[in-house]
């Protein structure tokens, strides 16, 4: 999906650390790149805890500024000049609005507004969007979403390489080696979450101090509600009245959610565009894309030229088949559910489930299950193959037959699986692999399921049945392959293991493994349920 830029035409100015006031008193930083010639151009704010120089000021200052847009770059609370305290996501509300509040005061400033940005750009916009009334005229969002809550506590697990990524970096922006801290936090992460060490000590093995951020996390897994309930504004997306545009990617750690922003959207009646690639949350690939995406939606919107906005407001790259295709609308029209039943013998299939016994495994928090591949927040999350994981015996692995014919799959997926656990603390992690006729098995999506006491309440017999939503695909499996799914109890780093025990997140030390049993008869049918696509 190659977009060329238009041929620059304005030479740019930039104004440099414009103080923004906050009803604090606290000062935001703010630099202004605005085009030679133009007056009162329509005006991007962009919203960065990550700095407003360097590369952000080149890919959303200049860049547009050389369009005929002037670009507000500021830096948020506690960073790269900007007074106050960081408090990650708690404050971007009402410093939006406060920004919004300077915005109208300037002479430059001509009443017609856009917002720009990914991930926590993104959340930016939509913390301050239902409240910013109709000189909002257009948002370009990418891998974001209104809340980060349920990114977070994924399933109800905690998704622990995400966050404590996050928080690594955050410790090093600002420093001389911010750029190099980005680089470095994967590998600080890992290393810090290999350590065995409770979850509570493993900010200031990673980033080398504690992280309050990071505590927050830990402090509010179990009841998140209070914590959350100021950083969250999925309630009010249906309520933006400016024209959205959503680019996310297939391996993203915030797709689902910001394709629920999408969903709430159309139930308001608006029509937002959706663009999903075959990304991960910091591919180049993914940022290009968006920029150009938002520099043909704020031409139309902002300009009055729609010449480069496409007919059709959702448009997806089908894996396996390396198309991009244009749809209108999310669930594609057309597709249908088919349960994929777990079967004896390790087979899946759409066939009806047999009698048959269940199948067993142990999961063992002392030497947790391991992820290959899959969603997370920096690092390449493309597919990568899986027999060296299936070889484990703490996964179950159910394979289907050689497909007679191409079969595409683009929708929601998610799984029902019935489970029998020594602990009633356990994690469900379900995986859909596609199978290469070589053997190789290459990870599309997957999802987790955290259970407790009052989670999916057991039968008489001690069975629950465990709904696991997993992340949405486009995906072709072609002729040949095979479908394949594991059940496991860990996908570590990634997820943070399940002790069996029930301890706080945070300081939990003691370990009990836990047997478990997937069962697959007629009366306890365990499947995957897939968006099929007919031909």
Not at 157 to 163: K, P
Not at 369 to 393: F, I, K, Q, Y
């Amino acid at each position: 999906m190659a977009i060329a830029w238009p041929r620059t035409a304005h030479r740019v100015t930039v104004q440099r650390d414009l103080p923004v006031p906050m009803p604090d008193g606290v000062a935001l930083m703010a630099d202004r790149y605005a085009p030679v010639g133009v007056e009162r151009p329509p005006a991007i704010l962009v919203r960065s805890p990550y700095g407003r120089r360097g590369v952000f000021g080149l890919m959303y200052g200049r860049a547009f500024a050389r369009q005929g847009f002037q670009v507000i770059m500021q830096s948020c609370r506690g960073g790269f000049g900007s007074g106050g305290l960081l408090d990650p996501l708690a404050d971007e509300h009402a410093d939006g609005l406060a920004t919004l509040s300077w915005l109208r005061e300037q002479p430059w400033y001509g009443g017609s507004l856009a917002m720009q940005g990914p991930s926590y750009l993104g959340y930016t916009q939509w913390a301050l969007a239902p409240f910013a009334g109709p000189e909002l005229k257009a948002m370009a969002t990418s891998v974001t979403a209104s809340q980060f809550r349920d990114a977070a506590y994924v399933g109800g697990a905690f998704a622990l390489e995400s966050s404590l990524i996050w928080t690594t970096l955050t410790a090093s922006m600002g420093s001389p080696l911010g750029g190099a801290g980005a680089l470095l936090a994967p590998r600080r992460t890992r290393r810090a979450a290999l350590s065995g060490r409770p979850l509570a000590e493993l900010d200031v093995l990673s980033a080398g101090r504690g992280m309050p951020f990071f505590q927050d996390l830990l402090a509010h897994h179990a009841e998140p509600a209070a914590y959350w309930g100021r950083r969250d504004f999925s309630g009010s997306v249906g309520e933006v009245g400016a024209e959205v545009t959503m680019v996310g990617g297939w391996y993203d750690v915030f797709l689902p959610w910001q394709i629920k922003d999408y969903a709430a959207m159309r139930a308001a009646g608006r029509r937002p565009y959706l663009t999903i690639g075959p990304w991960y949350h910091a591919d180049m690939r993914q940022a290009r894309a968006a920029a150009a995406d938002a520099l043909t939606w704020f031409r139309a919107h902002l300009m009055d030229d729609p010449s480069g906005v496409r007919e059709q407001p959702v448009r997806l790259y089908v894996t396996g088949a390396g198309q991009w295709r244009d749809y209108p609308d999310w669930p594609v029209p057309g597709v249908r559910e088919q349960r994929w039943h777990l079967r004896p013998g390790f087979g899946l299939a759409p066939d009806n489930p047999v009698e048959s016994e269940p199948d067993r495994y142990r999961y063992d928090p002392a030497h947790p299950t391991p992820a290959l591949g899959g969603p997370v927040l920096l690092g390449n999350s493309e597919p990568r193959d899986n027999r060296r994981l299936e070889a484990r015996r703490d996964v179950l692995v159910y394979t289907g037959p050689e497909l007679r014919r191409d079969t595409d799959m683009i929708g929601p997926v998610r799984a029902e699986i019935y489970l029998r656990s020594t602990s009633p603390h356990a994690d469900v992690v379900v995986r859909v692999c596609d199978v290469h006729p070589d053997g190789t098995s290459y990870n599309v999506c997957e999802g987790v399921r955290r259970l407790t006491p009052g989670v999916s309440v057991a039968g008489a017999d001690g069975v629950r049945r465990v709904e696991v939503d997993l992340w949405p695909i486009g995906h072709r499996f072609r002729r040949g392959h095979r479908v394949r799914v594991h059940v496991a109890g860990g996908a570590y780093p990634r997820i943070a293991r399940n002790l069996g025990t029930g301890d706080p997140l945070g300081t939990g030390s003691a370990m009990i493994a836990t047997d478990h049993e997937v069962f697959h008869d007629p009366d306890r049918p365990s499947a995957v349920v897939l968006p099929v696509v007919p031909h």
